[in-house]
């Protein structure tokens, strides 16, 4: 699946804020910055291996511990959180039904369309 085009066509609203964007893929992993002013939301589908604790894994090991995630970081002016710790910028009820409704699907393309259907609603509360 071609994530890196799923995130800017889900995120293309963006654009008629004023949004600038910058991307960054290697392939495998996808990383785009949506840039307003000092405002910045981070969309990540990367590869994470689980915990490390330090020490060499083998390949078997290494296979069984990675899984890959979709994340959203947002900076606002010198603040920068994962979406969910932004309990002074979104109501916690919004942010309690965007995460179960993340943890719902294990479809990164949905978790896509997820995080972009709330960052659609409350895009003015990043912007201002």
Known sequence: MDYLSIIKKRFKFLKKYGFI????????????HYIHL????????????????????NVDE??????????????????RKHIFDWKDL???????TLNRNIEATNSDGEKISI??????????????
């Not at 964007?21 to 785009?32: A, L, M, Q």
């Not at 979104?90 to 309690?96: H, W």
């Open 21 to 32: 964007i910058k991307k960054y893929s290697n392939g495998v992993d996808v990383e785009i």
């Open 38 to 57: 000092d405002n910045v939301i981070e969309i990540y589908r990367t590869l994470c291996v689980g915990d490390l604790e330090y020490r060499y894994l």
């Open 62 to 79: 290494l296979l069984k511990t990675s899984h890959y995630a979709v994340d959203i970081i947002i900076q606002k002016h010198q603040a």
């Open 90 to 96: 979104f109501d916690d009820v919004e942010l309690l």
């Open 115 to 128: 995080f972009a259907d709330f960052i659609e609603r409350n895009v003015k509360k990043v912007i201002n």
